[in-house]
């Protein structure tokens, strides 16, 4: 449905910290928080919002408050890396988790775990930070669909062109919020220029 680029200072200096190869575990997942923080702010812009009467200490006037059911996905394990971000802004948000690994010969994805809420009426937030080939992203909006979803956003930190391109072509209800959309993949598919590998400088597990 639509593409967001999130283009702001704020952003732009964890995206590079990300980046960056002297980033140790710690300050990567302090960073992969704030960018998150920057891309959930920017997807919440579709929420469905009611009007509410409040009182400041000086008089009455009008608010608003989210309206609608919100479920947070993340693709896992580098999914994880984004959902405290969710959490801190919105609380009330119910998580599902998706498994999808990549098949090293085949290169297609296979589901390893699935827990998914009811999703009816929802907005699902898909958290899937580095959407390389598409393929992982795809299946699992697809998994998502499957089983009810149908207001979904997916965000992720870094893409590249043709994981954008496959996504939109064969979901293209879906909405994809992104930092940045990097040049290419590599033999390996990974993003060029990225930030490496995700779930490795996460966890700690290079
Ligand atoms: N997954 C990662 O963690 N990094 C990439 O560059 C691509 C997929």
């Given at each position: 449905?639509?593409?967001?680029?999130?283009?702001?200072?704020?952003?732009?200096?964890?995206?590079?910290?990300?980046?960056?190869?002297?980033?140790n575990a710690?300050?990567?997942?302090?960073?992969?928080?704030?960018?998150?923080?920057?891309?959930?702010?920017?997807?919440?812009?579709?929420?469905?919002?009611?009007?509410?009467?409040?009182?400041?200490?000086?008089?009455?006037?009008?608010?608003?408050?989210?309206?609608?059911?919100?479920?947070?996905?993340?693709?896992?394990?580098?999914?994880?890396?984004?959902?405290?971000?969710?959490?801190?802004?919105?609380?009330?948000?119910?998580?599902?988790?998706?498994?999808?690994?990549?098949?090293?010969?085949?290169?297609?994805?296979?589901?390893?775990?699935?827990?998914?809420?009811?999703?009816?009426?929802?907005?699902?937030?898909?958290?899937?930070?580095?959407?390389?080939?598409?393929?992982?992203?795809?299946?699992?909006?697809?998994?998502?669909?499957?089983?009810?979803?149908?207001?979904?956003?997916?965000?992720?930190?870094?893409?590249?062109?043709?994981?954008?391109?496959?996504?939109?072509?064969?979901?293209?209800?879906?909405?994809?919020?992104?930092?940045?959309?990097?040049?290419?993949?590599?033999?390996?598919?990974?993003?060029?220029?990225?930030?490496?590998?995700?779930?490795d400088r996460l966890f700690g597990t290079v």
């Open positions: 449905m639509s593409l967001t680029v999130v283009d702001n200072p704020i952003t732009n200096h964890y995206l590079t910290i990300l980046r960056s190869n002297q980033s710690e300050t990567f997942r302090s960073a992969a928080r704030r960018v998150s923080l920057s891309l959930v702010h920017e997807a919440a812009k579709g929420l469905v919002e009611e009007t509410v009467e409040v009182e400041t200490p000086l008089e009455g006037t009008t608010g608003t408050k989210i309206a609608q059911g919100i479920v947070a996905v993340p693709v896992l394990r580098s999914g994880l890396g984004m959902i405290d971000a969710v959490l801190a802004l919105l609380p009330d948000v119910s998580v599902g988790y998706v498994g999808v690994a990549r098949d090293e010969i085949t290169i297609k994805p296979e589901e390893y775990y699935v827990k998914l809420p009811d999703m009816a009426g929802k907005k699902v937030l898909v958290l899937e930070p580095m959407l390389a080939t598409g393929g992982s992203l795809s299946y699992a909006i697809q998994m998502i669909k499957n089983r009810g979803g149908a207001d979904i956003t997916a965000i992720c930190v870094i893409a590249a062109p043709v994981g954008v391109d496959r996504v939109q072509r064969e979901h293209p209800d879906v909405d994809l919020v992104i930092a940045s959309i990097d040049r290419d993949l590599n033999d390996h598919y990974y993003i060029r220029p990225g930030l490496g590998d995700m779930g």
